[in-house]
């Protein structure tokens, strides 16, 4: 199963994508971004793992203490974050993608 990714023609300001799953929307222009792309999908696949509604619920319960859903302190962003930055550093040195996107169910 994967995702149904999306390009909405507007998301909330400050806000390039969102994983409400069982779709993946981004803003135009940002569904080609590779890192962000595994940023969603790791929030995806996240949210199958624990079930959908208790993953939000706890996302949401928590998001309070971590000034706000973006943050890269929030417990369920921080690996997204950390992903993010893998992907951007493997692009960068021209290292394969392979193992992360399989990871992922992207490749």
Known sequence: MKPIEITAPA???GITAITLWPFIFYQPGSQNDLPLRCH???HWRHAMRWGVLPW???Y???KPFYRGARTP???FEAPA????QQIIDMQAAGE???GPL???GMA
Request: charged share 10%; aromatic share 16%; hydrophobic share 55%.
């Open 81 to 84: 974050y950390a992903l993010q």
């Open 102 to 104: 399989a990871k992922l």
């Open 40 to 42: 969603e999908w790791f």
């Open 73 to 75: 302190l929030h417990p």
């Open 56 to 58: 939000y619920a706890a």
């Open 60 to 62: 949401v319960l928590m």
């Open 11 to 13: 998301l909330p300001p």
């Open 96 to 98: 394969s993608l392979d």
